[in-house]
């Protein structure tokens, strides 16, 4: 597609579910990554791919947290057992190259996660 | 962790003057990034500054960067009430983006 894609635009869940965000990157783009934005807040690194595998996935929270990119393209990023904490806008981001060679990184319009 | 601190937190001008912001960050640096941000969503590149540059511009924008300080500055001239949005500064040596908490720029008619 033409940028990076996220869906949903808006997620509302109660305290205990389990949710899926997915994030198509620009078609081409090996690198991916997922930022968390909470209000008022700059967005915190989560994880990053190259190709399919987790290249580094430190800014995860804790454990309930989990991401996926199972064929270099499509990534989704799965949160278990939500909690009120975890309400923020989840962004999606891809660039050609990883970011280190000076790659520009195109963000989707995020996953606004509300969580009741 | 984030890296990068913006200065103001929050600024107000009116249209046709300029917008300065300001961004400092702690560690070395390949090179530094600043985004804009609409209604607290997506993120727009602006402009990237390599650490062995020291000035560079792209139409309205010229951004500074003075790597003895671990500084960085944005200034839009010109402003336009289209211009109202957040403004981030990234930094990261290797794959993963730094950010700031941002300046929230209103720019009145």
């Known amino acids: 597609g033409a940028g990076v894609s996220q869906t949903p635009s808006n997620k509302v869940t109660e305290k205990g579910k389990y949710v899926e965000l997915r994030c198509d990157p620009i078609s081409g783009h090996t690198a991916l990554y997922w930022y968390r934005q909470s209000l008022g807040q700059g967005p915190e690194f989560l994880i990053y791919f190259q190709g399919t595998g987790a290249a580094d996935d430190s800014g995860l929270p804790n454990d309930r947290f989990f991401a996926v990119r199972p064929e270099g393209s499509v990534s989704t990023l799965k949160i278990q057992r939500t909690e009120r904490g975890d309400s923020a806008v989840y962004l999606c981001?891809?660039?050609?190259?990883?970011?280190?060679?000076?790659?520009?990184?195109?963000f989707g319009q995020g996953t606004r996660l509300t969580v009741v | 962790s984030q890296q990068g601190e913006e200065d103001p937190q929050a600024l107000s001008i009116q249209e046709g003057e300029n917008a300065t912001m300001n961004c400092s960050y702690k560690t070395s640096i390949n090179n530094l990034q600043w985004y804009r941000q609409n209604s607290g969503r997506g993120l727009v590149h602006l402009i990237l500054?390599?650490?062995?540059?020291r000035e560079k511009h792209s139409g309205r924008l010229r951004v500074t960067l003075d790597t003895s300080k671990k500084s960085s500055s944005l200034l839009i001239t010109a402003s336009r009430a289209a211009d109202t949005a957040s403004y981030f500064c990234a930094t990261g040596s290797g794959y993963a983006l730094n950010f700031g908490k941002g300046t929230s720029l209103l720019v009145t008619p």
């Open positions: 500054i390599r650490s062995n540059e």
């Open positions: 981001a891809s660039s050609l190259t990883p970011r280190a060679s000076g790659a520009e990184a195109f």
